[in-house]
Structures are given as C-alpha cells and as structure tokens.
C-alpha cells in the first residue's frame, strides 16, 4: 500500500500505471471504515488492475448544523484494512490540497439535491458532487465505487456523470447488513446497545414495505403506510421519511413499480440512519 498525500503524488504514481496500460478503479471514503467499503475495494479489485481508495472527510458536504469535529477518524484501523483488502495507492489529502485557499467553484447538482436527505441537509449533494468531481480530476480512474446503502447519493453522482461527460463508469457495491438486517453505517457506532437493538426497525420496515408492495393492487400510499406502522411501533424511533421513489431521480411514484425504490430515514436515539431497498431486487 503506497499512502499519497498529494494531488501531484498521485497524478505521478497513477501516469506510471496508465503507461503500463493498466484500468484504475477509485473507492472515496470519508474513513471509518466497515465491511461496507471493503467489499466496494473487493469489487475494484476484480474489476481494475490498480485500486486507489481515498479517505477525505469533506467539509464541503458537512451543514453549519452538522458537526464535521464528530465525524468518527479512525485513521489507523483504516489503514489496516485498506492494506489487509489489497488496496494499492491510498490518497489522503488535507483539506488545504482538496480546497486551497480561494476556492470558490461548486457542483450544482439541481432538484434531486433538494428532497429526502437534500431537504434535512441542503447543500449536502453539491458539497458531495463538488468533491468526487475534484477526486475524480485528481486520479482519473475508469471505474469509480460507491455503496448502494446512499442510493442517492449515487443518483446523484450518475447525474453528474452524465450531464458533466465524466469519463468514468460509476459501480454501485450492493448494500453489506449485519445478521439482523441493519446496514452497516460509520455512524452505528453511535448508538446505544438499547438503539442498536431499536435500529433493525429500518430493514423491518423495508421488508414490510416490500411485502405491502407486492400485494395486488398495491399503492405507493399503502406501501408508505406499511413502513409508518413498523417505525411508529418502535419508542425510540422517530420517522423522517419513508417512501417510494424512482431510483433515477428520486422523484415520488404512484405506484410502487418493480424498479422503484423504497427508502427510509430514521432517527434512533439522536443518530439520524438510512435505509434502502429496489422493490424487485433480493
Ligand atoms: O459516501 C461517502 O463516504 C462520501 O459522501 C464520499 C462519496 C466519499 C464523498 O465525500
């Protein structure tokens, strides 16, 4: 594993490989690293020759009422695990390489950055388009890798690829869940025993979901309902939004089609979680 702080360190190790007629595939992390971004590094590693994997926490995506100091740094296990999953080039740049001074242009990503997390977050889905744009200059990879668990997150990156002509191919890794259906998160390490427990009642309330949707006659309505009941069961949840949407756009659909995408915010304890599911997938 060769660790690159750098944009000008890593152009020159990447041009080495291009030379040599080798693919790049990219995983960005913010860090705190779970079996999740492991098995996006597994996926580049079968589908790209050099796999760089990049750990920045973003300030860009961070909102005046989030706090960016709280996010989990657990910047030495990390890199045990990036090494132990045969990652080639680690890129950690700091916040002055990613945003020198004078920085001023932005991604505008446009409606889909408004709703679901966009609405709880504004600003958020630029400050992510706005740094994977960046990343993507910095390395140039072929494929890059992101996790389906922030299905709009990665519409939103399929977006900006499209309507920019990005010349890379975006690879959602499908979403890693502990044994009782929660999906792995840097952010469960923040709950408590009790609201870990608490927080299965997002994969309980997409499987009800699921089950309501494939009822006949269902509706996007019935479906949304299906998914209320379970969360409003659990005391120490409390409901942001579930719903049924298009996982292109992540506008809201009448009825629940097989393609569509059932997604979930909840809030257990004070520990704000997501969830997702594609109504035809397993
Ligand atoms: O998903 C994340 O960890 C971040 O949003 C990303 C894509 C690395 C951009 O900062």
Redesign the pocket.
């Known amino acids: 594993l060769e660790t690159v702080h750098t944009v000008a360190a890593l152009r020159g190790l990447l041009a080495r490989a291009r030379r040599e007629g080798k693919e790049v595939g990219l995983v960005?992390?913010?860090?705190a690293l779970h079996r999740g971004?492991l098995s996006l590094v597994a996926l580049a590693r079968r589908g790209d020759d050099v796999v760089v994997a990049?750990i920045?926490?973003?300030p860009?995506?961070f909102g005046p009422n989030e706090d960016l100091t709280r996010y989990p740094r657990t910047r030495a296990e990390d890199v045990a695990l990036l090494q132990g999953a045969g990652v080639d080039v680690l890129f950690m740049p700091s916040v002055a390489e990613v945003y020198p001074r004078g920085f001023a242009t932005r991604v505008e990503v446009g409606p889909i950055g408004t709703v679901l997390e966009g609405k709880t977050r504004p600003g958020h889905f630029g400050?992510?388009a706005t740094?994977?744009t960046k990343?993507f200059n910095m390395g140039g990879p072929d494929r890059a890798y992101?996790?389906q668990k922030?299905a709009q997150?990665i519409a939103v990156?399929k977006q900006m690829v499209r309507d920019l002509d990005l010349p890379v191919s975006i690879v959602a890794g499908p979403t890693v869940r502990e044994d009782d259906g929660l999906a792995l998160s840097?952010r469960n390490r923040f709950l408590s025993a009790r609201e870990r427990t608490a927080a299965t009642v997002l994969s309980r309330a997409l499987q009800a979901g699921r089950q309501e949707a494939e009822e006949r006659g269902a509706t996007s309505e019935k479906v949304r309902l299906a998914m209320h009941d379970v969360v409003m069961a659990e005391p120490l949840a409390r409901l942001d939004y579930a719903t049924v949407v298009d996982a292109a756009t992540m506008d809201p659909l009448d009825e629940p089609r097989p393609d569509a995408l059932l997604v979930i915010a909840v809030v257990v304890g004070s520990t704000r979680l997501i969830d997702n599911m594609v109504l035809g997938g397993v």
């Open positions: 960005p992390t913010m860090g971004h990049s920045f926490v973003n860009a995506q400050g992510v740094v994977v990343l992101f996790g922030d997150q990156i840097s």
